[in-house]
């Protein structure tokens, strides 16, 4: 019976085997690249939609602040038929054509109107590295798991292979059956870390779904796609000015206060309008009876000029705006600030888990080294007439033990390269990354 268990452990590791290889070579023809995978997700984001809608939206208020320059243009026509005194205007057909000439405010709504857009390209530049940072951080988390999920399962066979063993010896009286609880226990302990590696898998298939627009069972990662992450052991001597989001704060500070110069020069200061007019009368409205120089066709040209002496709506306006710059530029410098300790908490970080993830290297390197040693004395004896023969029990534990190792060394290896990607989205170098050849 027992060995019967020991050959259905085999088969069940040989039909994983064989069925991982076959999902692989179906799959192979719906795997999807990491550059694809953050194309896509860009193209399907709401937010990068909407910061394109906001710089579009900059680009029309950078068009209507040139447009006082030029002159606009209306035409107009009235019908109407009066007995008596005419009152009014007998217009037939009008135009009128205004436009500013000079001001000392516009210049700065202009201004203004340029930073506006540069804050918005900036925000967008962020919410694309934002999206492109979630991608990419979900892709390696989805392949991290998908190794996981392989590795797990050696570990459950050769915990099935140390449990029949077990079984054994216990019915033979050589084991105790602590060591057999102690085995099912960690047999138990690692089913249960698969249904957590598998719901992890799904959450994250289902946020790339989310990302992307793909459906959730259709994405395959290729794992060839991904590039080395680069070391960011100097990445301290980047200047936090380079993130967008701190960019697009100071832009948007610069905006507010050419706002802010352009409302406070509104008052005590003239501007020069030019209007232009052209009207054509009618003749059946009694207007040739009390006019003795009447005329159909009529045209007038003026320099409108206005000095506000005294206006408290505008004052109080400058007062306003010169708040909000204020306000503005007080949060660009907090950004600043907030972007710095992130980074350099970041980097910090990145340093411990280094240190971490070495341990854990030499830990599944020792691992293996132990494993391959009782192989070889397995197959070649002891090689020391007084040391003890190497027991299945032994190979089995020391092949779960490397499985478990191995699964560590993964978790260690995601958490670098996840502080990785955060610090070059903080760089502004993530895109660049993005775009270098694997």
Known sequence: MNQLQQHGGRLRRYAFAFALCVFMATASHAQISLAS???LALQNSSQVRIASAKLAQAHGALTEARGAYVPNFYVGAGLGYSVGFPLGTPNLFNAESQSLIFSFSQPDYVRSAHAAIQSAEFSLHDARQQVSLDTATACLDLDKTHREMAALHEAMDDADQLIVILDNRVAAGVASHVDLTRARLMRAQMQLQQIQIEDHAEQLQQQLAVLTGL??????LDAGSIPPLPDLSTAGTQQSTQNPAVQAAQSKADSLMYTAFGDN???????????????LFSTFNNYQNYYTSFQQNNFGFEVQVTIPLFDPIHRAKGIESSAAASVARHEAEQAQAQVSAQSLALRHQLRELKAEQDVANLQQQLAQDTLQSLQVQMQNGAGSAAAAPVTPQQAEQARVDERSRYIDKLDADFAVE??????LRQTGGLQAWLNTQP
């Open 37 to 39: 995978a953050v194309n």
């Open 215 to 220: 459906p959730a069972d259709s994405i395959t």
């Open 265 to 279: 020069r509104q008052n005590y200061r003239p501007s020069f309008q030019q209007i232009t007019q052209y009207s």
């Open 418 to 423: 996840r502080v990785k990607l955060q610090l």
